[in-house]
């Protein structure tokens, strides 16, 4: 990493997003410090989630026919899709936005900007990994879409032929196509997609990683300290924790995923965000293990091959945070696995422990990358839904380039924090 500069730097959480930003702040020469209000190594968002890199993703989580379809969803209690009800007035004004931006003028206008986004962070990630010794754990076989129905194959490849066309990589197969590509694992589908840019990686050991080589680097890290207040001074902006110290910066980057949002209406700033509460399980020793990373469409469950087993989750239940466990929604991605892999069963999941993390989502499926207008030492880096993974690198190549000041390396207009204030 390069020569510090007396350029003092507190980010706020230690999750990708957070790692990634001081990561990259650290080697432009910023002195950092890492403030998380979990113990280090502890479960978020960011540790059990599937672990894949997916330029394939150019489509906001806002989109056409997602309302329709998380309407539907919410009548069967297994489904991948919940809302918590009653919702609150917070929960009810981000639905209205959300409703207002699922449509095809904001899917056009926002894939230019997700693509650019994951292409670029897929690249940073090559690097990465190999700096920080993990490189031998990056994946780059592809991620395939895998579909049981005709209806959703015809819809998928009109996606594929979509990224042909804007220069991600994409084909179709049938089922003999698939077993090719992956002949270690026993599919029941129809047909699905290769989408060829894709990685996947075991997200624990990336930001095990990233933590060594921060430290290595002279950051400092805080754990177990809740931040509870951001001061801005005429010099010098104080960050409050809520065991009492005090951090004094030049600038701040807001990291903390849903949790980011409290901090930044401290501010002044409004930034909607839903916690998308999604759940995962990983088998030590499954029946079978597939060599690609796959999304089983219909089903909605992501599955993962990692260095400790195979991974397997799912569902958006969106709402404020609770550490509750809907059993139903569990069971709804147990269900479905011997559907697409019918040599496992839903006894090799008994007694499996259950992992949660709440995904941060804005109303238009766009983080929220830059510095705030009425505060412009804090910086903000949060919003990116189910993509935080894919996007870490990137967001902490923006984060570190405004913390200096430079150009930027991708216009980023679109991913304004202000744009809801």
Known sequence: MGNRLSRDVVVIGAGIIGLCSAYYAAEKGFKVTVVDQNPEGADS???????????????????????????????????????????????????????????????????????????????????????????????????LMLCRKQETLDAEAHLAERA????????????????????????????????????????????????????????????????????????????????????????VV????????????????????????????????????????????????????????VRFGGTMELGEPSNEINRNRVQGIIDSIPQYFPKFKPADFENQPVWFGFRPCSPDGLPYVGRITRHPNVIVATGHSMMGLSLGPVTGMLVAEILGNEALSLPIDQLNPNRYA
Not at 222 to 231: D, K, P, S
Request: glycine share 8%; with cysteine.
């Open 254 to 309: 807001i990291a903390g995923g849903v949790f980011s949002k409290d901090l930044a209406q401290k501010l002044g700033l409004k930034l909607p965000m839903m916690a998308g509460k999604g759940y995962s399980m990983t088998l030590a020793n499954p029946v079978e293990t597939p060599q690609l990373c796959s999304l089983l469409i219909e089903a909605r469950v992501a599955v993962t091959p990692m260095q400790n087993g």
């Open 164 to 251: 042909q066309q804007i220069g991600v990589g994409a084909s179709i197969h049938d089922l003999d196509g698939l077993k090719k590509l992956d002949p270690d694992v026993t599919m029941d589908v129809i047909g699905g997609v290769l989408c060829e840019d894709d990685c996947h990686l075991t997200p624990q050991n990336l930001l095990a990683a990233l933590r060594t080589k921060l430290k290595e680097s002279g950051a400092t890290f805080l754990f177990n300290e809740a931040v509870t207040a951001i001061e801005p001074k005429a010099d010098k902006t104080e960050v409050k924790t809520k065991s009492g110290k005090t951090l004094s910066a030049d600038q």
């Open 45 to 143: 968002c960011s540790t059990g989630n599937a672990g894949m890199i997916v330029p394939s993703h150019f489509v906001p989580l806002a989109a056409p026919g997602m309302v329709g379809m998380g309407l539907r969803m919410m009548l069967n209690p297994k489904s991948p899709f919940a809302f918590r009800i009653p919702p609150s007035a917070e929960q009810v004004a981000w639905s209205i936005s959300f409703m207002r931006h699922a449509n095809a003028k904001h899917v056009a206008d926002s894939e230019t900007i997700l693509r650019d986004l994951n292409l670029t962070s897929r690249k940073l990630y090559e690097c990465l990994a190999e700096d920080l010794g993990i490189g031998y754990q990056l994946v780059k076989r592809g991620l």
